[in-house]
T-cell receptor, first 119, second 113 residues
Framework: AQKVTQAQTEISVVEKEDVTLDCVYETRDTTYYLFWYKQPPSGELVFLIR??????QNEISGRYSWNFQKSTSSFNFTITASQVVDSAVYFCALSGTGINTGTASKLTFGTGTRLQVTL | KAGVTQTPRYLIKTRGQQVTLSCSPI?????VSWYQQTPGQGLQFLFE???????NKGNFPGRFSGRQFSNSRSEMNVSTLELGDSALYLCASSKDRGQGTQYFGPGTRLLVL
């Protein structure tokens, strides 16, 4: 079974602060994808980043960066210089890649972390 | 390129009724998945359709069903609605199975009275 844990329920920061959202996952799949999605008050889930399990290179995309560590099953997400528009619920998600394992195209989500950015 | 669209956006039904929700995937995407989001259970996978066939199913009762058409558009149906079916229903599409990122639509908010 797959499982995603986001221990942080809610985080409040002041604009321009850096903030890191934690994510820990469990899976029996040998290859898998990890995602971060953002859900603003409108409700739509917005795709932010995807990381393949077989590529541990950590990257930066604009104000977003992520730290994937297979050894600790963690996939943390950092927003640099946060802005009020970043206020939303952030979800970490996991899916397998094997069509025959039943996990392909099935996202398992964490419970989400609500980020509040104030002026 | 247009994103995933879902209709209707809001729906109010009473217990015992049935409801049909519609989802049009991104052009060229062949896999459509459905998710239910509630405050208590969070985001849960309902099912996935690819090439007009259900390929994967989550842990939901048989009252929840769906289908996919030849143009990849998908519908989901909930029969004999219960109060607990009140939720945000999200549809997502991806290019292929197990190989792509899922892009979500705006969702349909269903309220069962």
């Amino acid at each position: 079974a797959q499982k995603v844990t986001q221990a942080q329920t809610e985080i409040s920061v002041v604009e321009k602060e850096d903030v890191t959202l934690d994510c820990v996952y469990e899976t029996r799949d040998t290859t898998y994808y990890l995602f971060w999605y953002k859900q603003p008050p409108s409700g739509e889930l917005v795709f932010l980043i995807r990381r393949n399990s077989f590529d541990e290179q950590n990257e930066i995309s604009g104000r977003y960066s992520w730290n994937f560590q297979k050894s600790t099953s963690s996939f943390n997400f950092t927003i640099t210089a946060s802005q009020v528009v970043d206020s939303a619920v952030y979800f970490c998600a996991l899916s397998g890649t094997g069509i025959n394992t039943g996990t392909a195209s099935k996202l398992t989500f964490g419970t989400g972390t609500r980020l509040q950015v104030t002026l | 390129k247009a994103g995933v669209t879902q209709t209707p956006r809001y729906l109010i039904k009473t217990r015992g009724q049935q409801v049909t929700l519609s989802c049009s995937p991104i052009s060229g995407h062949r896999s459509v998945s459905w998710y239910q989001q509630t405050p208590g259970q969070g985001l849960q996978f309902l099912f996935e359709y690819f090439s007009e066939t259900q390929r994967n199913k989550g842990n939901f009762p048989g009252r929840f069903s769906g289908r996919q058409f030849s143009n990849s558009r998908s519908e989901m149906n909930v029969s004999t609605l219960e109060l607990g079916d009140s939720a945000l229903y999200l549809c997502a599409s991806s290019k292929d199975r197990g190989q792509g990122t899922q892009y979500f639509g705006p969702g349909t908010r269903l309220l069962v009275l």
